[in-house]
Nanobody
Framework: QVQLVESGGGLVQPGGSLRLSCAAS????????MAWYCQAPGKERELVAR???????DYADSVKGRFTISRDNADGTVYLQMNNLKPEDTAVYYC????????????????WGQGTQVTVSS
């Protein structure tokens, strides 16, 4: 099946920046939509940003103007550029993708990455 591997998390001071990356692999597949979710301690996982197959994007109100999602369709990678980070952005960030997997007959898939920790603190 399709695996997603995230990278780029870490510790940053308030006002700083981080860039998350997520690469898809695992056979022959096409990707429709990709997204980033976050989950803070004691809270449910929530949508941060998503990018549709046509390139349109959607953001949570809390990150509009600070975060930018982009994708490279050639290698199935999605990025999240996070600027002006705030302590409330601290969470585990998860990559998501859906599409069609061609392992025999076409099969729809939804995949999640393992998560990468982002901590914003002075």
């Amino acid at each position: 099946q399709v695996q997603l591997v995230e990278s780029g998390g870490g510790l940053v001071q308030p006002g700083g920046s981080l860039r998350l990356s997520c690469a898809a692999s695992g056979g022959f597949f096409t990707i429709n939509d990709m997204a980033w979710y976050c989950q803070a301690p004691g809270k449910e996982r929530e949508l941060v940003a998503r990018i549709f197959s046509g390139g349109n994007t959607d953001y949570a109100d809390s990150v509009k103007g600070r975060f930018t999602i982009s994708r490279d369709n050639a290698d199935g990678t999605v990025y999240l550029q996070m600027n002006n980070l705030k302590p409330e952005d601290t969470a585990v960030y998860y990559c998501y993708a859906d599409g069609t997997y061609y392992g025999g007959r076409p099969w729809p898939f939804e995949s999640w990455g393992q998560g990468t920790q982002v901590t914003v603190s002075s």
